[in-house]
């Protein structure tokens, strides 16, 4: 808690209100018992009542109470025993637990529900449930509360969230943040819903709750339809998995209409605790009280409520007896898939969580507790030591009694840094344990160096990569603003501390910019349905965690500063039914959120899911045989496309002339349409083109059995791409939509014909490389024009000759498309490629899409974006256009500080995205980040983040080749190093000149740098196709950060002996994590087997002496010897190590978009200089090896 | 003579400067975002060439007519102009391209060399008919001798 002195004086209404709460004591000092806690928690609550709620009827001072939950008070009598009886013995114990140790679960006690009104006010009765996580023995109450309702739609209300928690996808179980509370504060939150007898006329409450089984996993599911409309029943099932015990249903209410599903994998003890109170018209209650719980336990759940459904808690581990349910990671495995499967997203299954809300009442929030996908499994424990920061730190007069606050210790005196303008930070105190992390906060003081400053001499230092992969770093700021921030995988800066002006920006010679994932796939993502989205009224930012309240009627932006009111529907809170509490709605309460917006975000109806397919069937395509793959996967995808009901589908194909298909529904087969006028292409039959996927199935079907046969006799070898094009434009552009384009050679007739650019003797000149881009404006025009009507072009190139690359791909680069490129593509001749392609389309078939897409990006006040990177079409300063938006696309944009931002602390980034689900829905996807802002040099070096400062260096350097020339770019790039370095070294000045000293936090810089150097898109003196080339710049520009830095910086693991390596848990797997290894061929002993992984390719590569029961075991064959040229799989064999090798790949390759071609090498190999290329830290006859690249860049330092 | 070359100068260049606050005009309502970059592109990509004409023409008139110094304070505008004309990549939609405008701060630097442009326009502009109807009362002058 904070200060008692900020505290307001409190009113007496609300001390009368709460009788039993020693209001006036604050335990400033030492954590002590809960019960103190609990009564602060409901002074302070008191203390908000009067300024805020002062125009508000009576009533909710009481439920507010109730929400503030403090078991000591009197409340309705129902309530406090329940509460006393399970809630307080736990608080009270728990008391001596360090922060450390939150009170588990069973504090938590979660109000979410939807509420529901009942018209006839009954008391309310809560039911608690909570469960000692590992407690078998506990009996875990389920409760299933069917409560008649009433017919909510009058109520209407303005949210539906439904929320879907996270499951951690590594294990953790993710506490929410905010919920987790250190057992001192836990006693603030917990809990609670309660219905408050009072409100009951308004609020009927629903009950749900659910109590989770403490560990293992266990899904639950419930339906969840996202869609708003009111259904009365909601429907929500736990099915605990493994869990004797256990088990609610929920009843309830009409009001959800959501079904959710939530598979719920927590690892470990989860409690949910969720507290529901159920209000029944009738008088007889429904109140299924149940608490079980162990009271006696005081470790263990983690206290969260999560809001809505359920939370998953992670024990503490400090914690007696409880068995710790392996902090293994338990993924929802298909978590990923699933939600590229379900288009509806959010509420895919892969959430766990659900909730439903029906619009009547407040709606429903879910709560999203921050999941964090960390790959790498941690024990839970630090995250429970987590104070979680109520978000209502906002208003600094508000007492954050709501929040779960620690008590104020000691830490506080050390705030004092934080800037004026957040305030509130310094209020809240986070637990103890997060002093030091707090500490750190806004402001370095109380580090001694941060270790991303720490001196690492680069040319003595020969081991700097680190063991597994690299990770982001963490932004420097406050703990409970760091919880609440973006995941680094879907937004990170360049600079994690940004600089206060351009001038200290130019010094520490580092790009500023951000890298962005905006629509990855989510296992999580809160989805709320609100009348009315809260934005800043002179900016139009999302209201997010960021914002400062004011009071509870006025918030400031964080962009921009403007100060706005508080909407009045925003003012309740239905995750804890309370009124007045905006800083608690899951908006607030996450950094991606997700909307869905009214039809004042429409410009148009939405759209439905149409996708055309335009495939080559000129001799050259057929004689590569793709149609028979992308025929094969489409009926294999077809029912698995994103869309509804109506989805519409067609198909053109061309060679010299342009065939359409008139699939109209009513004829007994497939008619097609030779157009051969190219240079005046027109539609031969304005409709049965496109036509509905459901309603013309058959035919489709029917037509793409026969597609792969229809052309084999063809000798034409001409191809009319461009008239294709047009006429697919023609057919798209009423409704808007995907067209996938298949092209297998150079267009050689009509528009946009293009001729061969490339002169191979140039292939490994080291000078100047040419026609990297277009030569004609004829695909770019096409591609705004698709733009225009919100049609994406994405196109496949399987080729074995030139065929134009830089050209083609603006088709899809200003459409927002994507490209795939097959070099050398043959259906026999080059298994490796079909695979690839059958994979890929698989994944691109049935991968998510948003139609209609927009895109802003703002920024605090004082920075401004100038330059984009990725495939999209500019529309306005800082508006992109998307047509289509794929989970894979990344995006890449560079700022410039236009103001310097001396007056805040805090500088924030808020990525929305405005699509069309493929189920028509309009959806808004918001991600906000925020960063320190620094003034000194070393803060900015300090929080440098390697990676993103890499992938947009290779960004800017693709637009330097373009527009200047290659050896340009590359000179860009070595000075972008050397710059940077000698900047960092002229500041360090006790550092000796004579040695190349780069600070921790940019220790790889320049291997990364190096790396890109002898990457395709870059390198010069190695012949490199001019395709590849300009493939590999493509994909720098549209691939997100995790998949590019495995392009520029391949990962090296050593794999003959996984089976000693330290192993991680992933869903039953055993999945072990070798340790990575440099890029050099001093790694590669003759006795081992190396696992490379490019990203799009994993080479195998066997050593010469390598042991046989390797090759047995893992590759099936006998010795070294009879293993064959060209193996693409690794057979499944019944062996540990076989066992273990499988599995580590398909772990990496889950967690990639796109599957990998796997090749296993030998000695003689072709495919070995493609493998010992990627070792980029050897010297080859073009390049520096690593060490000589660090004496050239020392050397240049000197200079 | 010598006014009617002026005379024509000053017409030229009256096209011109209204060229030029049509650029900025145009540029401007893209920055705030009143047109989208499509068309703002293609409208003043229609009028490059006719002001590389203007321009050339004016400087080529000058050279005839021998006014070193007018030739020589309009040869580097016209060669800009020529140049950038040259050098738009094949791929681009000409001089303004959508897909790069708002990239790299080009709107910014586009509308200051139109701003630039209009200010060199007014000075030739004044010069012009400063040497006009100077030219015109020396001709008044002979007449009436």
């Known amino acids: ?1199 | 003579m010598e006014s009617v070359v002026f005379i024509f100068s000053l017409i030229d260049c009256c096209a011109l400067i209204f060229l030029s606050v049509y650029f900025i005009i145009t540029l401007s309502d893209l920055e705030c975002d009143y047109i989208n970059a499509r068309s703002c592109c293609s409208k003043l990509n229609k009028w490059v060439v006719p002001e590389v004409i203007g321009h050339a023409v004016v400087t080529v008139l000058m050279l005839i007519s021998l006014h070193w110094f007018i030739f020589l304070l309009n040869l580097p505008i016209a060669t800009w102009n020529i140049y950038r004309f040259i050098m738009v990549p094949s791929g681009n939609m000409g001089v303004f391209d959508p897909t790069e405008i708002h990239n790299r701060g080009q709107l910014k630097s586009h509308m200051k060399e139109a701003m630039i442009k209009l200010g060199f326009h007014l000075l030739c502009f004044f010069m012009y008919l400063y040497s006009a109807t100077t030219g015109a009362r020396l001709t008044d002058l002979t007449l009436s001798n």
């Open chain 1, 1 to 1199: 808690m904070s200060a008692p002195a900020g505290l307001p004086p409190r009113p007496a209404g609300a001390v009368a209100a709460y009788p039993g709460g020693p209001g006036g004591s604050r335990e400033a000092a030492a954590p002590q018992g809960a019960a103190p806690r609990c009564q602060n928690g409901p002074v302070q609550s008191q203390m908000q009542f009067p300024s805020g709620y002062g125009s508000h009827p009576p009533n909710y001072s009481a439920p507010s109470g109730h929400y503030s939950q403090v078991p000591s008070k009197a409340v309705s009598s129902h309530l406090d025993n329940q509460y006393r009886a399970s809630y307080q013995s736990p608080y009270y114990s728990a008391p001596a637990q360090n922060v450390m140790t939150p009170p588990v679960g069973t504090n938590v006690l979660n109000t979410r529900e939807s509420q529901q009104f009942y018209n006839s006010s009954t008391p309310p009765h809560t039911v608690g449930l909570t469960e000692g996580p590992a407690q078998g023995a506990i009996p875990s109450g389920s409760y299933v509360y069917t409560s008649a309702q009433q017919s909510y739609s009058a109520f209407g209300d303005h949210y539906n969230t439904s929320v879907s928690s996270s499951v951690a996808s590594q294990g953790f179980p993710l506490n929410s943040d905010h919920y987790a509370m250190p057992v001192v504060s836990s006693a603030m939150y917990p809990n609670v819903s309660y219905p408050p007898a009072a409100t009951s006329s308004m609020y009927g409450q629903a009950f749900t709750s659910q109590s989770l089984p403490a560990a293992g996993q266990f899904k639950e599911t419930n339906t969840f339809s996202s869609q708003s409309t009111s259904v009365p029943h909601s429907l929500q099932q736990h099915v605990p998995v493994g869990y004797n015990s256990t088990l609610s249903t929920i009843s309830s209410a009409q009001s959800f209409q959501d079904n959710l599903s939530k598979s719920l994998t927590g690892s470990v003890a989860k409690v949910n605790n969720q507290v529901n109170r159920g209000g029944i018209d009738s008088s007889q209650p429904v109140h299924s009280v149940s608490q079980n719980v162990q009271l006696t336990k005081p470790g263990f759940g983690a206290p969260a409520s999560s809001a809505l459904i359920s939370s998953v808690r992670t024990p503490a581990p400090g914690l007696s007896s409880q068995p710790r349910s392996s902090p293994s990671i338990t993924q929802s495995p298909d978590s990923a898939l699933q939600e590229a499967l379900d288009s509806s997203s959010t509420t895919s299954s892969a959430s766990p969580v659900l909730n439903n809300y029906d619009a009547l009442e407040g709606g429903g929030y879910p709560e999203t507790r921050s999941v964090t996908n960390s790959p790498v499994p941690t024990p839970p424990a630090p995250q429970t030591s987590k104070t979680s920061k109520p978000f209502g730190y906002g208003y600094p007069a508000l007492q954050p009694a709501y929040q779960n606050t620690a008590p104020p210790t000691p830490v506080q005196a050390t705030n004092p840094s934080h800037h004026p303008g957040f305030q509130h930070y310094p209020q809240q105190y986070p637990g103890v344990n997060q002093l030091s992390s707090s500490l750190g906060g806004l402001s370095l003081q109380h580090s001694q160096q941060p270790e991303g400053l720490r001196p690492v001499n680069l040319t003595q230092d020969r081991n700097i990569l680190p063991v597994s992969s690299v990770p982001a770093p963490v932004p420097n700021l406050n703990s409970d603003l760091r919880k609440l921030n973006c995941s680094p995988d879907s937004f990170r800066c360049t600079l994690t501390n940004i600089p206060q002006t351009q001038a200290l920006l130019n010094k520490a010679k580092l790009p500023l910019g951000l890298l962005l994932h905006p629509f990855r796939d989510l296992t999580q993502l809160p989805v709320i349905t609100s009348s009315t989205i809260v934005r800043c009224r002179s900016c139009r930012t999302y209201i997010n965690p960021f914002v400062s309240f004011i009071d509870q009627r006025r918030w400031k932006c964080n962009l921009c500063y403007r100060v706005n009111d508080v909407p009045e529907e925003f003012m309740y809170n239905p995750l804890t039914r309370s009124y007045g509490e905006p800083h608690k709605r899951p908006e607030v309460q996450n950094s991606t959120v997700e909307f869905i917006a009214s039809s004042d975000y429409m410009l148009r109806p939405p759209q439905p899911a149409v996708y055309l397919f335009v495939l080559d069937v000129s001799h050259n395509a057929v004689d590569a045989g793709y149609l028979t793959i992308v025929c094969n996967s489409l009926l294999e995808n077809l029912d698995k496309l994103p869309g509804d009901s109506r989805t519409r589908i067609g198909f053109i194909t061309f060679d010299s002339t342009v065939q359409f298909y008139n699939l109209q529904e009513g004829l007994s087969q497939p008619q097609m349409l030779i157009v051969s006028d190219i240079d005046d292409i027109f539609l031969p039959t304005p409709d049965g083109l496109l036509v509905n996927l459901h309603e013309s199935k058959e035919l489709i079907k029917d037509l793409l059995n026969a597609l792969p046969n229809m052309f084999t006799n063809t000798r034409e070898t001409h191809s009319a791409l461009g008239s294709a094009l047009q006429a697919a434009f023609k057919l798209m552009s009423p409704t808007g939509g995907r067209i996938s384009v298949f092209q297998t050679q150079l267009p050689s007739l009509g528009a946009g014909l293009l001729h061969s650019r490339e002169d191979p003797n140039q292939r490994s000149s080291t000078k100047v490389v040419q026609h990297l881009g277009p030569a004609t404006d004829f695909y770019k025009k096409l591609a705004l024009d698709c733009s225009g009507q919100q049609t994406a072009v994405d196109l496949f190139l399987l080729s074995s000759q030139y065929s134009d690359l830089a050209s083609l791909a603006c088709m899809s680069k200003y459409s927002a498309g994507c490209i795939y490129y097959y070099p050398s593509f043959h259906h026999s001749h080059n298994p490796a490629q079909a695979e690839k392609l059958q994979k890929d389309l698989k994944r691109y078939l049935t991968r998510k899409i948003g139609f209609e897409a927009v895109m802003r990006i703002r920024c605090t006040k004082g920075l401004s974006i100038h330059t984009f990177h990725g495939n999209f079409f500019v529309r306005s300063t800082d508006l992109l256009s998307l047509a289509n938006v794929n989970p894979d696309a990344g995006f890449a944009v560079q700022m410039s500080i236009e103001e310097s931002l001396t007056d805040t602390s805090l500088a924030c980034f808020q990525t929305a995205l405005l699509y069309t689900s493929s189920k028509g829905e309009r959806r808004i996807r918001v991600h906000t980040l925020c960063l320190p802002v620094v003034n000194s040099l070393a803060d900015v070096y300090a929080g440098a983040d390697v990676q993103a400062v890499v992938c947009l260096l290779a960004n800017m350097a693709v637009d330097r080749s373009v527009s200047s020339s290659l050896p340009d770019a590359r000179d860009a790039l070595v000075n972008a190093v050397v710059d940077s370095l000698s900047a960092y070294m002229s500041t360090a000045s006790n550092l000796q000149q004579s040695m190349l000293i780069a600070p921790n936090s940019l220790k790889l810089f320049p291997l990364y740098v190096l790396a890109l150097l002898k990457q395709k898109a870059f390198r010069t003196g190695t012949s490199t196709r001019l395709d590849d080339r300009v493939y590999a710049m493509c994909q720098i520009k549209s691939q997100p950060l995790v998949h590019l830095m495995k392009m520029i910086h391949p990962n090296l693991y050593r794999i003959d002996k996984l089976i000693d390596e330290s192993t991680i848990h992933v869903n039953d797997r055993v999945v072990p994590q070798p340790p990575l290894q440099k890029l050099s061929a001093e790694k590669l002993t003759r006795e081992g087997a190396f696992l490379m992984d490019c990203g799009s390719n994993f080479y195998i590569w066997i050593g010469k002496n390598c042991d046989n029961n390797f090759i047995k075991d893992v590759l099936g064959y006998p010795n070294y010897a009879s293993i064959p040229q060209r193996m693409t799989q690794l057979p499944e064999i019944d062996a540990l190590s076989s066992e273990r090798t499988r599995s580590f790949i398909s772990w990496l390759r889950d967690n990639r978009p796109l599957s990998p071609v796997l090749q296993v090498i030998k000695d003689e190999n072709p495919a070995k200089t493609d493998f010992f290329q990627h070792l980029i830290e050897d010297r080859t006859e073009a390049a520096f090896s690593y060490y000589e690249f660090l004496l050239h860049i020392q050397q240049q330092i000197c200079k």
